[in-house]
Structure formats: C-alpha cells, structure tokens
C-alpha cells in the first residue's frame, strides 16, 4: 500500500476516442496497441519507472476490457485504483470523485499521451515553483501559407508578414497538481482548460514546464501511426 506522503497518478482513460473510430468501436483507446504493448500499459510503466506505485484510473467507456486487462495492478509492479464516471465529466470533472486519494502533489495524464518526458524533474520543477498546477508544454510550428495581415479597427493596416511561422505552446495533456485544485472544480462537467483559468484568475500559481523531446496525443489516427512508426524505429522511446 502506498503512503499518504507519495506521489500518485490520476489517468483519464474513460472518453470514447471518436477520433480513432472504427478502431474504438470495440477497443477503448487507452488498450490501442502501439507496437507489442497497449497505450496505456506504456504509460503505467512510465509510471512506475518514475517511482509512482498508486495509480488510479478514471474509466467510463468500454471499462470492463481496460480492468480485464490491468486488474489491480500488480503484475505492473503498481496498485490500480478505479473510478467510473456514470456520466461525461469532462477531464477536470473525474478529479472530485477521487478527492480521497489526493493528499500529496500528484500527476494527471490522458491515457493517450506517449512521450520521453523525465516525470521525476517536471515534479521537481512543480515543487520548486510551490505552484498550484504545473502544465506540461511543448512547442510547436505552424507555417501559414498566406500572406497574413493585422487590421486595426478603423481597417487600417497595421503589419503584414508574407507566409509566416507561427510558434505557440501546446498542452502535453499531462500535469502537476495540489490537492486543493479539487476546490476550484464545480460539480458536473468541466475540464482542465477551464480549471487552468479560474486558478490563475483566482490568483493562484499556475506554472507551464517545456519539454523538449518526444511528445504525441494519441487521438488522431495520423497520429497514432506516427506514434507506432516510432516505437518499431526506436523501440522503448517513450519507456
């Protein structure tokens, strides 16, 4: 059993992955096989490798093959806590059922996000900010094949840059949490952008963590492919 001072990890894994379909018809996107192992057991052994032995997973759709295939844990080196949603709670909304199983920092992860972040120094980076919530970040570039202009008001020109690159930050799907953002989150559906802003507004520590190597969100096929191509060229690159 793990202490109440040791970090844990909370997985959304209950959405129906409408993106991947046909795939997730019959098979919840967390058990979508990349490579010889499902999603979601490539991130429990993160997991685990970080030193988290409490994980509990939130589920909702298809659950019964998702317990089927983890039970409690243990062949995984780790002990499986489940919570179901009866309905769509968004994916801050999952965190007020498990409120008693939050007494430290603890990590929250989609259960389709495949990266090489190092969990133990994002952790660290949570804990020497002192922040409410840390986002796990990564940048990315979008080219615009236009020339894009900047009109005031008044539809005067203001700037005009010829096919720019756009640099913005992502979320990574995977963050640091207190315990006492459980207190910002209302009953019903709500999900974490939202938590995010009534946090910060609320003047609350809201930190943002740069990762800089391997990141995919497992929730378009395209996407899902890479992630397979990558796991067959590199083998146990998101371990």
């Given at each position: 059993?793990?202490?109440?001072?040791?970090t844990i990890?909370?997985i959304?894994?209950g959405g129906?992955?409408?993106?991947?379909r046909?795939y997730?018809?019959s098979?919840?996107?967390?058990?979508m096989?990349?490579g010889?192992?499902?999603?979601?057991?490539?991130?429990i052994?993160?997991?685990?490798?970080?030193?988290i032995?409490?994980i509990?997973?939130?589920?909702?759709y298809?659950?019964?093959?998702?317990?089927?295939?983890?039970g409690?844990g243990?062949?995984f080196?780790?002990?499986?806590?489940?919570?179901?949603?009866?309905?769509?709670?968004?994916?801050?909304?999952?965190?007020k059922?498990?409120?008693?199983?939050?007494?430290y920092?603890?990590?929250l992860?989609?259960?389709?996000t495949?990266?090489?972040m190092?969990?133990?120094e994002?952790?660290?980076?949570?804990?020497?900010?002192?922040?409410?919530?840390?986002?796990?970040?990564s940048?990315?570039k979008?080219d615009?094949d236009?020339?894009?202009l900047?009109?005031?008001?008044?539809?005067?020109?203001v700037s005009y840059?010829?096919?720019?690159?756009i640099?913005y930050?992502?979320?990574?799907?995977?963050?640091?949490l207190?315990?006492?953002v459980v207190?910002?989150?209302?009953?019903?559906?709500?999900?974490?952008?939202?938590l995010?802003?009534?946090?910060?507004?609320?003047g609350e520590?809201?930190?943002a963590?740069?990762?800089?190597?391997?990141w995919l969100?497992?929730?378009?096929?395209e996407?899902?492919?890479t992630?397979?191509?990558?796991?067959?060229d590199k083998?146990?690159?998101?371990?």
């Amino acid at each position: 059993m793990s202490k109440k001072n040791e970090t844990i990890a909370v997985i959304l894994a209950g959405g129906k992955g409408t993106r991947l379909r046909p795939y997730t018809i019959s098979l919840p996107k967390p058990l979508m096989p990349v490579g010889d192992h499902p999603i979601l057991e490539i991130i429990i052994k993160k997991l685990r490798k970080s030193g988290i032995k409490k994980i509990v997973i939130a589920v909702g759709y298809l659950e019964s093959l998702i317990k089927a295939y983890f039970g409690d844990g243990g062949r995984f080196g780790v002990e499986i806590i489940y919570s179901r949603e009866d309905q769509p709670l968004g994916t801050a909304g999952p965190l007020k059922l498990v409120r008693k199983h939050l007494h430290y920092s603890f990590i929250l992860i989609n259960g389709d996000t495949l990266t090489d972040m190092d969990l133990r120094e994002m952790l660290k980076f949570h804990k020497k900010n002192r922040a409410l919530a840390t986002v796990g970040v990564s940048k990315r570039k979008v080219d615009i094949d236009f020339g894009v202009l900047k009109v005031d008001p008044g539809h005067r020109l203001v700037s005009y840059q010829e096919k720019p690159t756009i640099e913005y930050f992502v979320s990574m799907g995977i963050y640091v949490l207190e315990p006492g953002v459980v207190d910002y989150i209302p009953k019903g559906f709500f999900n974490l952008p939202e938590l995010m802003i009534a946090m910060k507004d609320a003047g609350e520590k809201v930190m943002a963590y740069q990762h800089k190597g391997y990141w995919l969100d497992i929730g378009r096929i395209e996407d899902y492919q890479t992630a397979c191509g990558l796991v067959e060229d590199k083998g146990d690159l998101f371990a």
